[in-house]
């Protein structure tokens, strides 16, 4: 009995160890999700890359693939303060689905990797059909250093695609444009008012009563925002029956909601140099900079970039203390004590954010602010609407 005992105290010892021993040897994650876009032939994309890790990564490696007949590589735009970031392009070598495929790659040093990491840059083809074309991530090496020397991450990854819209006619109205906007996990998605038509958004008769969008189901949150919105002309879905909730939205389209439900316009032409004069962003974005509320980096504005949450609200704050619109704000501490990712936040939009959140018109999710993360159209039409209430 006691042997019995003894061998079966042993292996349980033993089984125990191994599972301890498998739970500690798991390796950490890495979470790189490649956006998904929309353009017509002959437009520029630009394509996210977000990466989340809760560890800090000494070398970061991401290739992805694309179709060389569809897009033509221009850049990868990395983030200022995601490391010392290198990227490259290797277009021809590989055959994938049939298709001559195109290899971008982008690669870090002392990474913090949290939100996004950059964008690649296509210019899609002229005379391509109109169909959606993956971007595919094929490799990701992740690297952190511990205690026990380097530890390699294991990598989760959502692959993104470039959906191409028919090209406009020569009247510059779309033929046979989408109407589901741009659609994918981390996609651009416009969002803007009820005349815009150019943004992939469609005019619904309302009748007077609430759109019957059909995908707000988790969005309890949100949804009493949306459909008032909705109705009174303010927001539009992307279709008759969806609002597409967890889409993201271009910085330029943000632009164009913010300066017309101030009644905003420009008085000069004088933009920033990567707007161009005849695009359907141009008015607004001149009339936000001739007023001080989007002020880019050196004459830049990267208009077709998804807009960050810290984005936002600091072009939010700019516009309601222009118009002296800003609500009282008391101070109560409670900001600093709410959040564990202020550090987070850039420093020019530390004060904006906080002076939002006291004020109601922003909140957090989960104990955090999430500056870094992209503006989503569910959280825009919430802050439109606390807009919407405090100037009308």
């Not at 090496?141 to 470039?162: F, I, M, P, R, Y």
């Amino acid at each position: 009995m006691k042997k019995t005992f003894s061998i079966l105290l042993a292996l349980f010892m033993l089984v125990s160890v191994c599972a301890f021993a498998a739970e500690a040897d798991e390796a950490p994650v890495i979470k790189v999700t490649v956006g998904s876009v929309s353009g017509e032939a002959g437009e520029m994309v630009t394509v996210p890359v977000n990466v989340e890790s809760d560890l800090p990564l000494n070398h970061l490696v991401i290739r992805v693939t694309y179709d060389m007949n569809v897009l033509e590589y221009i850049e990868y735009a990395a983030i200022a303060d995601k490391g010392d970031i290198k990227f490259e392009a290797m277009n021809g070598g590989l055959n994938v689905e049939k298709s001559l495929a195109g290899l971008a790659a982008a690669s870090a040093t002392n990474v913090e990797a949290k939100g996004l990491f950059g964008n690649f840059r296509f210019n899609i083809k002229e005379n391509v059909s109109a169909d959606v074309y993956p971007v595919k991530v094929i490799y990701v090496l992740a690297e952190s250093d511990s205690e026990n020397g380097k530890v390699e991450l294991t990598a989760q990854n959502t692959d993104g695609a470039v959906t191409v819209t028919a090209a406009a006619d020569e009247d510059g109205k779309s033929s046979g444009r989408s109407s589901s906007g741009r659609s994918g996990n981390g996609s651009v998605a416009p969002i803007t008012v009820v005349d815009k038509d150019e943004s992939g958004e469609k005019d619904i008769a309302t009748d007077g009563e609430a759109p019957a969008f059909t995908d707000l189901g988790g969005y309890d949150w949100a949804k009493d925002y949306i459909l008032p919105l909705a109705k009174d002309g303010i927001i539009k879905g992307t279709s008759s029956e969806t609002f597409s909730p967890a889409n993201n939205i271009t910085r330029a389209d943000f632009i164009v909601l913010l300066t017309r439900l101030f009644g905003i316009e420009a008085e000069s032409k004088e933009s920033f140099e990567d707007i161009p004069s005849e695009a359907y962003y141009a008015e607004a974005v001149a009339a936000a900079k001739e007023n001080g509320i989007a002020q880019g980096a050196d004459n830049k504005f990267s208009p077709l970039d998804p807009i960050t949450r810290e984005q936002m609200i600091a072009l939010v704050y700019r516009t309601l203390e222009k118009f002296e619109k800003l609500p009282e704000i008391t101070d109560n501490g409670e900001f600093e004590k709410s959040f564990t990712d202020l550090d987070d936040i850039s420093g020019y939009a530390f004060e904006n954010v906080k002076a939002l959140n006291n004020a109601g018109i922003i909140a957090g999710s989960n104990g955090k602010i999430n500056p870094k993360g992209f503006a989503t159209r569910a959280e825009t039409a919430v802050i439109i609407s606390r807009i919407n209430n405090i100037i009308k």
